[in-house]
Structures are given as structure tokens and as C-alpha cells.
Nanobody, 124 residues
């Protein structure tokens, strides 16, 4: 079955950096767009970043543009989210997700598979 496993979350200070990874199994990885979403306490889950199957296109929420970078290694079936200049408001559980769609990767409804999430906490 399809499995997405996030790793690399943790505690970091304001202005610091962190990279979260998501290892996928049970699917033809290059055929799937991959997305990162996050959910802060008391808030709705929101789109963070996405990358197409080939890695040729990336998309970002305005709140993270210029600070976060999404990438993927199709040989390792892994997608990454490099987070720089972190702020306390970036504190959330970060989820990776896989989509069989090639467009609309900012839409949570287009994702059929989800990971269990990784906690990222940014202290002020």
C-alpha cells in the first residue's frame, strides 16, 4: 500500500533553518505531484508548497515564498522541504501528500495520500 513517512521535524529558534523529508513507497513516485501542507493549533490545514512529478514546476504559498524550497529526488522516492528564516508563525504539523493530478497542486482535495505529519516548532 502507499506509505508516506515524514522525518526531520523538531524545535528551532526564530530565524533558524530546518529540513523535513518525506519518503514514499508503494507508488510510482515520478508519476505523482507532491505537496506540503501544515496545520497550526486551532487553524485549518493550509497549503505550503508543491512540486510536479518531474520536479520541473514548483509552487509556494505567499507566506513562505523566498524562505522555503521544495525539491525531490525521484531516485530515492523522497521529497524535501527546506525551511529557512523560520518564524514562530511557521509552527505547525507539516504533512506531505501525493497527488495523481498534474495541476491544481495547491488544492488539498487533489491529494489522495497523506503522511502522518511532522511537528515543527519555532521558538521566539
Amino acid at each position: 500500500q502507499v506509505k508516506l513517512v515524514e522525518s526531520g521535524g523538531g524545535l528551532v529558534q526564530d530565524g533558524g533553518s530546518l529540513r523535513v523529508s518525506c519518503a514514499a513507497s508503494g507508488l510510482t513516485f515520478p508519476a505523482y505531484g507532491m505537496g506540503w501542507f501544515r496545520q497550526a493549533p486551532g487553524k485549518e490545514r493550509e497549503f505550503v508548497a508543491a512540486i510536479t512529478g518531474s520536479g520541473g514546476q514548483t509552487y509556494y504559498a505567499d507566506s513562505v515564498k523566498g524562505r522555503f524550497t521544495v525539491s525531490r529526488d525521484n531516485a530515492k522516492n523522497t521529497v524535501y522541504l527546506q525551511m529557512n528564516s523560520l518564524k514562530p508563525e511557521d509552527t505547525a504539523v507539516y504533512y506531505c501528500a501525493a497527488s495523481a493530478y498534474t495541476r491544481y497542486l495547491g488544492d488539498q482535495g487533489k491529494y489522495g495520500y497523506w503522511g502522518q505529519g511532522a511537528q515543527v516548532t519555532v521558538s521566539s
